[in-house]
């Protein structure tokens, strides 16, 4: 990456939301108030809090958060004065209305969480956003499991005052020869474009630089990577990288402080590194990995085989009904670990 682009490039940090996955979405208040105070000194200009899913994430069934959003706005408006903060959306249960309020609280952005094959079906919830909130970013979530040439037809009709359309690694099974693609795919659509990578397969920060070099000009980052699953690129390491090929925009000392700050203050839940690394492989989302690891002590099967029989029978990204048809075909078919896909299914999907 030439230096110069360096000090063209937005590091977003998304530790306050991202880091709500490993502690069940249960933040020690004090903890998030002395974060954000200390983020407020450091040159990162853009910090995303709240529940990990999404606001109000609570009315589909999900654990609410410990902070409600009144209390993060609360929080936002005490500790941050020189960079801007904002929070995640997904239209399946973040109400407008609600939006509306965060942004009369003082929030700068929202980033609206869908599948590609999903916007045309969301256009007049992501046109009201942008007429309530000043800055909204589209972020393509499971973007691998879309073909990269297919990503600007179903992104027709976008609205234009848009601030940023991001690729998202999901999985965290893409590599950086994949990241050129989505990258051009994603500017045929918007000027600005960023990249949110998880690192399953321990790619993410390469994968970031990657969408820097291919004409990205934001990348998100965790402290000390820390995130749902795998966790994600780690904004210190990112900084320091950014110092080697440029300049030391992002102070990355401080942030590798804060970074030690937040894995000696976090009681992260324990993860399956197995069920991480298979799902970045194979292509499926961790917020699967617990009805995987059920149904495979139930049934007596290797989850890499479930993972790839759900795969096969999923039309699009895989969710929870592929992934118990999957389960019931294995055992109705007598399956053993390794038995090709298209045996169990005749030849054909």
């Not at 990990?52 to 005490?78: K, L, M, S, T, Y």
């Not at 659509?189 to 990205?216: I, K, R, T, Y």
Request: aromatic share 6%.
């Amino acid at each position: 990456m030439p230096a110069a682009q360096s000090l063209m490039v937005d590091v977003l940090d998304t530790t306050l939301r991202e880091g709500s996955y490993v502690v069940d979405f249960q933040l020690d208040e004090k903890f998030v108030v002395d974060l954000l105070n200390r983020m407020d000194d450091t040159p990162v200009t853009k910090i995303e809090i709240g529940h990990g899913v999404g606001f109000e994430a609570e009315r589909i069934g999900i654990r609410p958060c410990n902070i409600d959003i009144r209390r993060w706005c609360e929080i936002a408006r005490a500790e941050l004065s020189s960079s801007q903060w904002g929070m995640f959306a997904q239209p399946e249960f973040s109400r407008l209305e609600t939006l509306r309020e965060l942004c009369d609280q003082g929030m700068s952005f929202v980033r609206i969480g869908m599948s590609a094959e999903q916007v045309q079906a969301n256009l007049g919830y992501i046109k009201r956003a942008t007429e309530m909130c000043e800055q909204v970013y589209l972020n393509l979530m499971k973007s691998s499991a879309t073909p990269a040439n297919r990503i600007p037809s179903l992104l027709d009709g976008i609205p234009d005052n848009i601030a940023g359309l991001y690729v998202v690694d999901s999985y965290g099974s893409m590599l950086p020869s994949d990241i050129g693609r989505y990258i051009a795919a994603a500017k045929e659509c918007c000027p600005v474009v960023g990249f949110h990578g998880h690192d399953n397969l321990g790619m993410a920060n390469a994968n970031s630089m990657a969408a820097l070099d291919s004409g990205a000009a934001i990348i998100d980052g965790t402290l000390a990577g820390i995130g749902r699953g795998a966790g994600n690129a780690e904004t210190e390491s990112l900084a320091g990288i950014l110092s080697m090929v440029g300049d030391d925009v992002y102070s990355y000392q401080e942030l590798a402080r804060l970074a030690e700050f937040c894995r000696s203050s976090l009681d992260a839940l324990p993860d399956n590194r197995n069920l991480q690394v298979l799902g970045g492989v194979i292509g499926v989302h961790s917020g699967f990995f617990p009805l995987i690891e059920e149904l495979c002590a139930e049934h007596f099967l290797d989850p890499g085989h479930l993972m790839r029989a759900a795969v096969e029978l999923a039309e699009h990204s895989v969710g929870k009904d592929d992934i118990r048809a999957a389960a019931q075909l294995l055992v109705r078919t007598g399956a053993v670990t390794g038995t090709p896909m298209a045996a169990l299914l005749g030849g054909t999907k």
